[in-house]
């Protein structure tokens, strides 16, 4: 029987942070751990990802890439997380390239009869918008959506439809959790 990690999650170089706190079965691949931050985040899933557990890179073997990377398919989370404080980094979408910093809050033995893996804890902040541009397209967006009447000009009309409602500081922790129950196997 395997852990339960208490993990954090938390955009690089945004401020203030976007983060998420949950759990997860340290049973479970790397793989599921990226489809769980893909719902947990608010991303697509659009993108390769690519994680990095103490210089061990784990994601999909893709034709562009050229260096040893173990497969997320099959790599599971006990093998390379046994600690609190733990840190490790995903990185989602190269082109934009997010980069996260995941660190382990807890460690707790897995109790059967109490699952409610995987699960969302708390956060802050909306994630940025898939293909936004990476952090300063996220920013250009932010920057228009606090000032929408200094920001007059056709770029920012359009990308302010482009927007549509997306609101920078808005989450929902119910609403990520009944996404996460929705797609509870993710495949």
């Not at 382990?104 to 699952?115: A, H, L, M, S, Y």
């Not at 893996?117 to 990476?134: F, N």
């Amino acid at each position: 029987m395997g852990k339960i990690l208490q993990l954090r999650v938390q955009l690089a170089e945004i401020k203030p942070a976007i983060w998420r706190e949950f759990i997860v079965s340290d049973f479970w691949t790397f793989e599921k751990l990226h489809k769980i931050i893909q719902k947990v985040m608010g991303w697509e899933n659009y993108h390769l990802y690519e994680f990095n557990v103490n210089g061990v890179k784990i994601g999909l073997k893709d034709e562009d890439v050229d260096y040893e990377l173990k497969n997320s398919k099959v790599e599971q989370i006990w093998k390379y997380i046994d600690e609190e404080k733990q840190k490790f980094h995903y990185l989602y979408d190269f082109g934009d390239s997010w980069e996260h910093e995941i660190t382990v809050k807890k460690i707790n033995e897995d109790n059967p009869e109490n699952r409610v893996c995987p699960s969302c804890i708390s956060g802050e902040r909306a994630c940025p918008l898939e293909d936004c541009g990476g952090t300063s397209g996220y920013e250009r967006i932010v920057e228009v959506l606090k000032n929408k009447e200094k920001f007059s000009d056709e770029d920012s009309k359009e990308l302010l439809e482009w927007a549509g409602d997306w609101e920078p500081e808005r989450i929902d922790v119910d609403e990520i959790n009944r996404e996460l129950k929705k797609h509870a196997g993710f495949g």
